[in-house]
């Protein structure tokens, strides 16, 4: 179903007049899928929804670069993740001049956070980690996305994605297991 829904778009987007509609059926069509994915890297339901509008405003001004040789999903959830990884650089440097208070503590007192102070502990051990090992991981455990989509959307080996995962899975194991009250 997806795939008729893009071949459907990108009919659209072969003549600049109907670049409007097809601009709105991606954002009915991607923009759930796109908050989530978003979410999991930048964690905060108002900081998702930035990142969002982003990449919607960088899909836009990009559209006429969309030529159809990669899925639609595929172009979109790469501007996603650049924008996601670009946002949380500039938190992480705004966040250092700052102290005190942890992700998982900031997570539990987000009125739309809906997890436990175990699921925040995941997602802080999930911060923690480097942009790369961060991104396969959040796309191999929450998204369950294949390593050969992974490879053609990152530009990079199936192998190395292989290793960034387990090396991330080692670390947030590790992260778990030293604040005590989880059985990993």
């Known amino acids: 179903m997806e795939e008729n829904k ?3 778009i990108v009919g659209l987007l072969s003549d600049k007049k109907n670049y409007r509609r097809a601009f ?12 989530w994915k978003i979410r999991h890297f930048v964690l905060y339901h ?5 990142v969002l509008q982003n990449t919607f405003m960088k899909a836009w001004k990009n559209l006429d670069s969309f030529h159809g040789k990669s899925k639609l999903s595929t172009w979109l959830f790469s501007i996603a993740i650049n924008e996601s990884l ?7 440097r705004e966040e250092e ?12 007192a987000d009125d739309y956070f809906d ?38 959307m990152l530009s990079t080996s199936e192998g190395a994605l292989k290793a ?6 080692k670390k947030i194991h590790d992260y778990l297991a030293e604040k005590g009250d989880f059985a990993v």
Request: glycine share 4%; no cysteine; charged share 30%.
């Open 115 to 152: 997890g436990d102070k175990a699921q925040a502990l995941l997602y802080e051990a999930v911060s923690l980690l480097p942009d790369v090992q961060r991104t396969v991981f959040n796309l191999r455990y929450f998204d369950e996305m294949k390593y050969s989509e992974m490879s053609r």
């Open 164 to 169: 960034s995962y387990h090396i991330a899975v």
């Open 46 to 50: 108002e900081d998702a929804d930035d």
């Open 86 to 92: 670009n946002h949380v650089g500039k938190k992480k």
């Open 24 to 35: 709105d059926m991606i954002v009915r069509e991607y923009g759930e899928s796109l908050y």
């Open 97 to 108: 001049a700052m102290s005190g208070v942890s992700v998982a503590e900031k997570l539990v």
């Open 6 to 8: 893009d071949s459907i």
